[in-house]
């Protein structure tokens, strides 16, 4: 049954490799993204969240049935927050009354490996009350002690802890629909080819992510996954953070975590 369906940062890497999977599989694709696609929105910004559920709703009739939140950066900057974090929350919440009226409705945000990684409980903390000027703080704080890395870690603990709060609620659940969490490992995408390319910066991921299986993965090996938990097949898998990562999470936390 054709679907429709609803990507974030799908112009791409991994958000365009599950946008061109799921019109493969013979669904209605409405790409959001910066400049590209069927909605142009920034997602950093209030506006750019609320013109995205406007657009959508017109484009839609208010009728959507799977969601797949994907925009993202990796900047040592408070930008990195307000995009992974609010601006997917902002994603979801606000086209939660469109999901609630399709059929079959799904939804799943793309997280990371590095949430498992060190984090800056303040970013986090602050994020998860909803806090996004007091999270913008924090990360300008982090970066300014030399800790920006940590602000994209925080990001991503934030909104998969989040997803886990919110996927049992009468909101989620309650209403039928799933949220769960993809968390990849090294995808090669434009948002990692600069870090890849450069020697030393490929050694420094390849020690923090190490991935047995297989090694860095293509964004099309990601894009299954976020198709399935997205799809009606889907009847039980909710609140959950899944890894597609080729190992890096049972190397990193071992049996500490199951
Ligand atoms: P990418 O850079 O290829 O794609 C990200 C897309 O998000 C771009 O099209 C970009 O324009 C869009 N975007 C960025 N800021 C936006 C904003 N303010 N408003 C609307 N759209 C915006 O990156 P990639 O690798 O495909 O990343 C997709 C998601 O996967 C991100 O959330 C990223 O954090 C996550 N991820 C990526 C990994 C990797 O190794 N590439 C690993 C783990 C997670």
Not at 2 to 12: K, M, W
Not at 77 to 90: E, I, Q, S
Request: hydrophobic letters at 45%; charged letters at 20%; proline letters at 6%.
């Amino acid at each position: 049954m054709s679907r429709i369906c609803l990507v974030t940062g799908a112009a791409s890497g991994i958000g365009k490799a599950t946008a061109a999977l799921l019109a493969r599989q013979g669904h209605t694709v409405i790409g959001a993204d910066l400049q590209d696609g069927d909605i142009r929105a920034d997602l950093s910004t209030a506006e750019g969240r609320a013109a995205l559920v406007a657009r959508a709703r017109e484009l839609t009739g208010g009728r959507i049935d799977a969601v797949v939140s994907c925009a993202g950066v990796a900047h040592f900057d408070p930008l990195t927050v307000k995009v992974n974090h609010f601006g997917a929350v902002a994603t979801l919440d606000g086209l939660r009354p469109l999901l609630a009226a399709g059929t079959d409705p799904r939804a799943v945000v793309v997280g990371s490996i590095d949430s498992v990684h060190p984090t800056d409980p303040a970013i986090v903390d602050a994020a998860l009350a909803g806090d996004e000027t007091a999270a913008v703080a924090a990360a300008r704080t982090a970066v300014d002690r030399g800790e920006g890395h940590l602000v994209y870690s925080s990001s991503k603990a934030a909104v998969s802890r989040w997803i886990r709060r919110a996927a049992a609620t009468d909101d989620w659940a309650g209403a039928g629909i799933p949220l769960n969490a993809v968390a990849p490992g090294v995808v090669v995408t434009p948002l990692t080819r600069p870090l890849l390319d450069d020697p030393g910066m490929r050694a420094l991921v390849e020690r923090s992510v190490p991935m047995p299986l297989h090694g860095h993965a293509r964004p099309e090996q990601v894009a299954p996954l976020l198709a399935w938990l997205t799809s009606p097949e889907n009847t039980l898998v909710t609140g959950q953070v899944v890894f597609a990562d080729g190992g890096a999470d049972a190397v990193l936390r071992g049996d500490s975590t199951w």
